[in-house]
């Protein structure tokens, strides 16, 4: 009998995936039933994403090996207590490639001061130089996926990077910190902070008014991760005072933000629409299809979630 994958992502998503879908899967030589629809009892594998068909409860899935999610993050699914099936997020190259040319896109900008230079096209020569990257600090705090390829590319460019995770990590031209004192050290010395961590409960409002006030006067903050790392009214006392110059968000506790969000007008905050990185279907199917083709084979799957972490 065949395999059943069930995408589960809406049929907006449909339109897009399919065909890289059935190219991957005739790539690995798998021979299966990729369908929008399904008696749930017959579904091996369903493919995942926020928003998408699938009902809120997974307990009719019985013979579901896993549920492989398109996004990276998974905090819409990760506490769904009818999901007793393995979870695997996305770690998808195209992504992941998106997010460094996002990340390392505005961390020049800020460095530069591109902003200021575009303001002051007054007819006024102001020969101000900025400082080289290697004066620069930079902090990303989340040394998964996304943060050490942002950390990597960003070091390469010559900045000093601070890495802050949850565990102890070891990487090349990083420095690893982690723990209460680790992102101490990280928020005291950033010029640049980039944010990629997870939304969890331990992650909420992780930049508060108390660890905002840890950071150089000045410093920027780009947050990619998601809106819950971050207590907006804190972040918008910080940019008023002067103790944060400016915030670049992708991310938001609401999505679309709001329009009468203060975030929209403030004239030290860039707004961009949760654009960072997008899954890529091209890649991200390669991705789904080797899972798929270690369920068959009852091999460890990639990318699986740690359901206590919630990441
Ligand atoms: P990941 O591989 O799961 O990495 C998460 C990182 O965060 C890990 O380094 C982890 O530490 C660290 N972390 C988690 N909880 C922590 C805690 N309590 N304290 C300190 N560090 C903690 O995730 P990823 O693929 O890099 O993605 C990161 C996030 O980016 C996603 O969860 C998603 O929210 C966001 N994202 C945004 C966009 C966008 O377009 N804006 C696109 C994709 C993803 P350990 O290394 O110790 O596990």
């Known amino acids: 009998m065949k395999p059943v994958i069930l995408f589960a992502a809406g049929a907006t998503r449909w339109r897009h995936w399919e065909a890289p879908l059935r190219a991957a899967l005739d790539e690995a030589g798998i021979d299966a039933e990729l369908v929008t629809e399904a008696e749930p009892e017959t579904v091996d594998f369903i493919l995942f994403a926020p928003g998408g068909d699938i009902p809120p409860d997974f307990t009719a899935f019985t013979r ?12 819409r699914i990760v506490g769904n207590p009818t999901l007793t099936q393995p979870l695997c997020r996305m770690v998808d190259p195209g992504l992941t490639q998106g997010m460094v040319e996002y990340v390392v896109g505005h961390t020049l900008r800020l460095h530069l001061g591109i902003d200021a230079v575009l303001a002051s096209q007054n007819g006024r020569w102001n020969p101000a130089v900025p400082p080289l990257a290697g004066e620069r600090q930079v902090a990303v705090l989340g040394l998964g996926a996304l943060g050490s390829a942002c950390a990597q590319a960003l070091a390469g460019l010559g900045f000093p990077v601070l890495g802050w995770s949850r565990r102890a990590r070891d990487m090349d031209g990083i420095t690893c910190l982690h723990g209460d004192t680790g992102l101490r050290t990280a928020l005291s010395q950033a010029q640049i902070v980039v944010t990629l961590l997870p939304a969890t409960p331990e992650t909420e409002n992780l930049l508060n008014a108390e ?41 938001f506790r609401t999505e679309p933000l709001p329009p009468d969000h203060p975030f929209w007008t403030h004239p030290r905050v860039t707004v961009t629409p949760h654009i960072a990185a997008e899954t890529r279907p091209p890649s991200a199917s390669r991705v789904l299809v080797e899972n798929i083709r270690r369920g068959l084979a009852g091999e460890p799957f990639l990318h699986l979630v740690d359901r206590s972490a919630g990441y």
Do not use: Y
């Open 64 to 75: 579901c090996k896993a549920v492989l999610s398109l996004w990276a993050g998974v905090e």
């Open 211 to 251: 660890t905002l006030a840890l950071l150089p006067r000045g410093a920027a903050l780009i947050n990619p991760g998601r809106g819950t790392l971050i207590d907006d009214a804190a972040l918008l006392q910080a940019l008023d005072s002067g103790q944060v110059r400016q915030a670049t968000l992708d991310v």
